[in-house]
Structure formats: C-alpha cells, structure tokens
C-alpha cells in the first residue's frame, strides 16, 4: 500500500529515501521494469538518445527476474548519479511502456507520476522474501533475479537496423569512414583510391586514405583465419560512393565513436556513441548486418601511398617498347639454338590433342598426376611441371630461357640478355609464366591463379576456352535481390480463399 | 496456379515484389496441385533453379527441389502469415485474423522433416524469410496525408504533384524484426519453423523467437546438416553461438520452450550437450586462441561472450566424460592435451564468472548423464 508524499516531508517508512531540493522523493537508485526485450531495447535506446549511458557506469544492471506471480521480466537497475536524470529515465520508461521505482538496496518504490507529484512512500515494509521487491500503485511485487545481462552482450547480439532502402543508394557524408576489403581486393582498391587521391585537384578537398592489413580479426577462433584489409578514407567523392556500397566485398562502415563504426545504410537499435564505455578502448567493433567484428589490437594504418603496389610492364608492352626507342630498343626473337640446354618443363596440347592426353592421364603415375599443373588455353591445354616433364610426347615441348619464361625446345631467345632482366621487364613475376609459343607467334602470358593441378582438372571435363584465360563456369541463379511485401486489394470478400477448408467457418 | 507460383512463390526464393492476397486454406493446396501441369514452364524452370541455389549453399544437390504438395502447403502457410498484416484484415486482433491464422496453422502443420533431403528442400523455400520486408509509403498533401502499406499508392493520389504539394515518404520495415509477427500467427509461426528448422539452426543468434533445441533437433539427427549447422556456428563465433545455445538449452531442459517442438529428454539433452562439445572440438582442432591470458578474479571478464558456454562444458565435462568426449577420440596425443587446454581454460572462465549458473547446468549434465526416470518393463501378475 503506498501514500502520497506531501511537500515538505522529511520522514519516510521506506529505508534510504530521501528529498531533494525540491521536495520530490528519490533513493539512491532507479528500477525500470519493462515486460519483454523489445521494451527494454527501445528504453535503452530512448535513454541513449538523451543521456549518455557512461554516466551511468557502474552500477548499470540489466537483469531477468520472476515475479511472485510467475512472470519473467526485465528490470534496469541504474544510479542516481545527478537531479535530473530520475525525471528522463521515467519519461524514456513510460514511453517505452514500462515502469519506473526509486529505491536502495532491495527495496524500491514507484517513482512519482501526475498523481503524486511528489512521489511515494510505502505505508509499511512487508517482511517479504526476494532479491528485488518493487512496491507500486496497484501491488507489491518480489521479485527473484535469475540471469544478468551486461549492457555490452546486449549491444552485440542486436541486429542492425536498415536506415535506408536498398536499393536506393547508399550516401554518407564527407566524414572518415571505413572500408573493409577481402584480401584479394585490398590491392585493386588501394591502387584506385591512390589514383584518385593523386588525380584530385589540389586544394583543401582532397581524398586522403590509409589501410592496414587486419590479421585474426575476432575473437572467434575461425574468424582468426581470414585476414582483410581495412582501409580509412576521408573526403571521398560522391562519385565513388556507388562503387564502393555494390562492389562484393566491399564493406563501408560509418564510424559512430573512435572504435566502433556501423555499416552504411543501418543504424543500430541504441545510440552507440552514449555507449562508449561498454566497448573496449584497444579493439575496433565494426557493425554489420552479418554480425559483428572486433579488430584487436586496433590496426596501425599505413598512408596509401607506402601501401601501394608498383607493378611490372605486361609481356605484351615489352614487345611493343622498341617502337618508342627505335635507334636502341629491340624486340625478342627466337631462333634456333641447336641441342637443348635444360630439361623440358612444360608442353602446349593444341586442343585436338587432348583426348591423347585424357588417355594418357590414365597411365601418369600420382606424382605426376599432383605435380603437373594445367591451364586450358584458346590455343590449346599448357601442361606445366615445377622441374622436369616427363610421359607426354606430343604438344610443343618448352624449355626455361629464364624462370618462368617458357621457349620451345631448341630455341633460345635473342638477344641474349640476362634471365634476371628478362623475368623483370616479361612481368613472369608472381607466379605467372610467360610463353613464346613459335618462332613469329606474340608470346602470352598465363596468370598464377589459371594453372591448377592436373588431378583436379581431370576430375572435371576439359572444355575449349571462351577468350584465352580459364574456362568459365556454368553461372548460378542470382538470388540477393531483397524480397518485398506488395499487399494486393482483396475485394469485398476477403476469406473467400478459405471456404472449404478444416477451419472454423 | 500460376500468379501464386510466379507472383508470390518465386519473388520469396529469388527476390522482388511478392504479391500477398486472400489467404487460401487446406483446400486450395489439392486446387493448385491439380492445375500443376506447368513442368514446361520458364517460372517452374526459375523456381527450380534459384531454389538449388540456395539448397547448394547447404547441401550438394544433385536434383532441384520439387514443388510437391509439401512446399505448396509451405509455401500457402508463409502467405497467410504475411496476409495478417494486410490492411483489408483489419489488425492482427480481428476475428478475420483469427481465421486466417488458423487456416495457416493447418496449412504449417506437417511435422519436422523426415530426411535430411527433405530438410534441405523445405530449407530452399523458406531460406529468405528473414529479409523479407515491407514498404510503407505516406503521401503527404495540402490537405493532408495518406499511409499504404506494402503497396504503391494510386495515381489519384499523387496526382498534380505541384499544385498540390505532394510528398511522398516511403519506409522499409523487415517483417520478422520490426513488423513482427502478429499474436493470433505466433503459433502458426512457430508450426513452420517446426516444418523448416534448418534455418532457424543456421541462425542461431537471433533474438525473436529465440533458437529453441525443440525445434533444431530433428535436423541436427542429420550429420551432414549438423556439420553443416555446426561449421554456421564457429564461423559466427564459438563463443557467441555457444552462448545463444547454451542460453537455449537451459529453457530446452527445463520444459520452458514453446510448443510444438519435441520435449526434452535424457537422450536428447545429452545429444545436445554433444554438439555443444562438437563446436568446441572444432575450435580446437581448426582454430587458434588468440592469447592464453590467465584469468584473475579482480579482472571481470564477464562481459565477454562465452561464459555460459563455459559453464556449461564445465558441468557436462565433471558430470560425465563421454559427454564432452567422443568415444573414437585416444586419451593421449597432441589432440587430446589440446581439447583438455581448452577444458580446463573453460573451468576456470566458469570458476571465475558463472558459479550462479553452474548449479542449474551440473543439474542438465546430470539429467543427460544418469536419467532420474528409465523405461522399466512391467510384468503382469497373477
């Protein structure tokens, strides 16, 4: 049973009470009650709108009580920590649809409404048993705590919320943002932005980027496999917004605090920026609607410039440079060079061969079979071994005239320049293999990622190329465009549908 | 036949508008059966292939999932949920609402899948349900303002723009989270995440309803889909995933999950308590610990993820060794010494921060462990 406090009270039945300038009655904490998750997180994010939830630290708790009568509920408990909050914590609960008691220890009463402007003070204590016991209007009611929640799981498990539709086209403003890349992209992106940055006109808008490798990202023990780049961009044009929001994968966050950004196009439920203190100060928490990462230690990032890479002239360029430096430069020739001078590494199958050597595979011993690497070309199958070939017979046979630089057998390449100069200015860096396939043929250039093991290819069926690289796949049927409710007019009789059914009527 | 396969079934598997009307019952599942001769049909070739799509990302599929009886009741059952929300209906408390949820209720109720094939064939009808979304548009004008939801206002309305000021704000709404399910389909809801739990188990971070053990584990009886479920679990965090499942198999064996949904029992709370412990072997085996810091009780760590995980491999792994510990698995090796690291990093994490649930959890191992309660054969006497 409460009673009203009158103004100018200064004695109260219920211990820890106590009256403040203006005479309303307040303990030393605040209890929120809210019956069910959705309240509690548009409570939280109400708050967070006005008052920043650090303050409230520590002494936050969030726990999940029953009631006397068998309900579970949540109840935010909070300290007073100046005059003003009681009356913003109150209104954020009521909008919410929730309660708000005043009290200290275990014992707490209703906090004060439009009908007790003053607040409330219990008629007698009840010798009632229970962690918490919140005595309103209506009832008095202990409650059991049975499982806390830390504010910070709670920030966590949240799903984004989408802030604007898909589709339309994602735009943020002029501040930093960041862009996370999977790991075959940080390259290409890096290059792009520092091409932009340098094509940028001089002045004070200019794009400025820096990135950093993020190895073992998350706390989970998988997640410490992939590695990304994560790139912070500041000043980026409009026109670069599209490019980076529908690239597959490229992320772009928003940064909502110093370590914590959100993805662009959400929101999260609560106003992370009054949250600060519930994410730690060394990690960097990237939001998405995927989930979660969390980047510790936070990344030391890298000016774009000293991160970009410099890149060797094509094969193709090579053989086209004499045009500018007549009077010095020469193209590559082959001739004949009379008896072989290294083993043979690799064969070029024209492609009315290869039923040969799909027989031949038969007879290959394992080593082969794991060691021989294969790419299928327009012109034919290139069979390559890391040392010697052997077993296959037909197809032009190919030497090293410099590593990774394939000549036919018998031939050399002339001039006879150093191999090192000739794998620097072919580009047979990174794993690719450069190939002169004839005397008057261009050479070609076969990338690292073409040439595959021949045992998994000849699991496959070899198929003739489509434009000189790897045979392309059959495509999947796409399915990421979003899924739309568009309700249609039912007409006058709108359970017409369900005649006939086992339902009621 | 064809508006629904084509305007509702294959917008919800590959994207675009889905067109929600009357809602249909039982009967009209045998209708749209008997007009099915389409086989020839581009739709039918579309659905087919945007559903191995998705089937693919779960399962190797050898054969398009067929639109049988099944997914047509399916199919029928996510309409009628989606049709609660039709403004025609007026609100989710009207006595129309009542029947139509009903009607999908019926249409919802066929059982948890019998095959792991089947799952993954359900699975590839319903996969998207999580980004479905709605858009409510408002025209404001001179005169004042007129809300649609899920639908294009008609041209009358945003007709002479200019003269009359006519505004237009359009808001996107995800149907499970913001949207939510209305009271009268909640149960309905729950039938068709009893008859398609695969993605419930894929998703098991959600918030509303929460991931429930009596649901997932008809599908986790698969191994290829458990490992599958499983691999889904680690790579969203062990000990995020962990928690949420830890989370649920307390309310699992205390008999607070919602029904339908198998109730617990010994065998299955000791078979979940496994794959919590399956997660865990594969964290060990696949992935590394970032920093072995040694727990100190003036540090809270409670705030990090992992703690009921903890307190839950704790408990099962002191109550009974063969719940943490598969029986071809050697006691000695590199392996061994690895997983038993982790148990006893595990202990101390639930030494430090979770003794207030320990007891509830050593009381779940227990019950897994040496059921209170066995099958006895009663003998007539004479």
């Known amino acids: 049973m409460l009673q009203r406090v009158v103004f100018g009270q200064t004695r ?85 649809g929730g309660q708000t008691f005043t009290g200290t220890g275990k014992q707490f009463v209703q906090y004060r409404d439009a009908r007790a402007p003053f607040g409330y003070d219990v008629a007698a204590l009840a010798d009632v048993a229970g962690d918490l016991v919140l005595h309103g209007t209506e009832q008095m009611v202990p409650y059991r705590i049975e499982s806390e929640m830390p504010l910070a799981k709670l920030l966590l498990r949240l799903s984004l919320v989408r802030a604007a539709r898909r589709g339309a086209g994602a735009s943020f403003s002029d501040g930093p943002i960041y862009v996370t890349a999977r790991r075959g992209l940080g390259p290409m992106l890096s290059a792009y932005l520092h091409r932009a940055a340098v094509a940028a006109p001089a002045g004070g808008g200019e794009l400025r980027a820096s990135a950093a490798l993020c190895e073992g990202a998350t706390a989970s023990a998988f997640a410490n496999a992939e590695s990304f780049w994560l790139f912070r961009v500041e000043r980026l044009p409009a026109r670069m917004h599209g490019l980076l929001t529908r690239t597959p994968g490229l992320d772009v966050f928003v940064p909502v605090t110093d370590n914590v950004a959100v993805a662009a196009g959400y929101r999260h439920p609560i106003h992370l920026g009054s949250c600060r203190g519930s994410f730690p100060p060394d990690r960097l928490h990237l939001f998405s609607p995927g989930g979660v990462t969390e980047v510790a230690p936070l990344p030391v990032l890298a000016a774009i410039e000293d991160v970009v890479r410099v890149r060797a002239p094509e094969a193709r360029a090579a053989t086209a440079s004499p045009r500018a430096r007549p009077e010095l430069a020469l193209s590559l020739r082959l001739e004949a060079g009379g008896a072989s001078s290294g083993p043979t590494v690799a064969a070029l199958i024209p492609w009315k061969r290869v039923p040969w050597l799909q027989r031949l595979c038969y007879a290959l011993p394992t080593s082969a079979l794991r060691n021989y690497r294969v790419a299928p070309l327009e012109r034919g199958v290139l069979v390559r071994a890391s040392e010697v070939l052997e077993g296959i017979p037909f197809g032009t046979l190919f030497e090293l005239a410099a590593p990774d630089v394939l000549v036919p057998v018998g031939m050399r390449l002339v001039p006879a320049v150093s191999p090192a100069l000739l794998v620097d200015r072919l580009g047979a860096t990174g794993g690719a293999t450069v190939v002169f396939p004839e005397r008057t043929g261009a050479p070609f250039r076969v990338p690292a990622e073409a040439l595959v093991p ?48 086992g339902s009621e009527g | 036949m064809r508006p629904f396969v084509s305007d509702f079934l294959l917008p919800v598997v590959r994207g675009g508008p889905a067109h929600v009307g009357r809602p249909m019952g039982l009967a009209a599942v045998a209708r749209l059966m008997r007009d099915l001769p389409l086989n020839d049909d ?341």
Not at chain 1, 454 to 482: K, W, Y
């Open chain 1, 454 to 501: 021949l045992e998994l290819r000849v699991v496959g069926a070899l198929a003739p190329p489509i434009d000189d690289t790897m045979v392309n796949r059959p495509r999947a049927e796409s399915v990421t465009d979003p899924v739309e409710i568009e309700n249609r007019p039912m007409g006058p009789m709108p359970l017409w549908g369900l005649r006939g059914s």
């Open chain 1, 12 to 96: 109260f039945n219920l211990p820890g009470l106590a009256a403040d300038a203006r005479g309303v009655v307040v303990g030393r904490q605040l209890a929120a009650r809210f019956a069910a998750i959705d309240r509690l997180v548009a409570f939280l994010r109400l708050l967070s709108a006005e008052q920043s939830i650090d303050d409230l630290q520590p002494g936050l708790r969030i726990v999940y009580a029953r009631g006397g009568a068998g309900t579970r509920e949540a109840i935010v408990q909070m300290p007073i920590v100046s005059p003003g909050l009681a009356d913003v914590v109150a209104h954020a609960a009521r909008l919410a």
């Open chain 2, 42 to 382: 581009a739709v039918l070739a579309k659905l087919d292939a945007c559903r191995s799509a998705i089937a693919l990302r779960v399962s190797p599929v050898a054969i398009p999932p067929p639109l049988d009886e099944t997914s047509m009741r399916l199919g029928l059952a996510l309409h009628d949920l989606l049709a609660l929300g039709h403004p025609a209906l007026g609100g989710g408390r009207s006595r129309r609402a009542e029947r139509v949820a009903a009607a999908a209720l019926e249409l919802a109720s066929i059982g948890a899948p019998p095959t792991a094939r089947e799952a993954v064939n359900r699975h590839s009808l319903l996969a998207r349900l999580p980004e479905i979304v709605r858009v409510d548009r408002t025209v404001h004008y001179w005169l004042g303002r007129q809300t649609f939801l899920g639908r294009k206002p008609p041209p009358r309305v945003t007709s002479m723009p200019r003269l009359r000021r006519v505004r237009i704000e359009e808001t996107s709404r995800s149907w499970l989270r913001e949207i939510g399910i209305p009271v009268v389909g909640r149960q309905a809801f729950l039938a068709l995440n009893v008859a398609s739990p695969l993605g419930e188990a894929l998703d098991p971070l959600r918030l509303d309803p929460p991931v429930a053990w009596g649901r997932i584990l008809p599908v986790l009886r698969f191994p290829t889909l458990a490992r599958v479920v499983a691999g889904q679990a680690v790579a969203a965090g062990v000990d995020r995933s962990g928690d949420a499942l830890a989370d649920a198999l307390y309310r699992f064996a205390s008999f607070h999950d919602a029904p339908p949904g198998i109730d617990a029992s010994p065998d299955s709370v000791a078979f979940a308590l496994r794959f919590l412990a399956h997660i865990v072997w594969l964290d060990v085996l696949f992935g590394g610990r970032a920093a072995d810091k040694t727990e100190s009780t003036e540090i809270d760590h409670s705030l990090e993820p992992g703690v009921d995980l903890a307190v839950m491999m704790t408990a099962a792994a002191r109550t009974a060794r063969t719940l943490v510990w598969p029986a071809d698995v050697p006691d000695s090796g590199d392996l061994a010494d690895a997983f038993r690291t982790r148990l006893d990093e595990l202990a101390s994490r639930a030494q430090i921060h979770g003794m207030p649930r320990y007891a509830a959890a050593a009381g779940i191992a227990e019950l897994a462990a040496s059921p209170a309660t066995a099958r006895v054969t009663l003998q007539p006497t004479v």
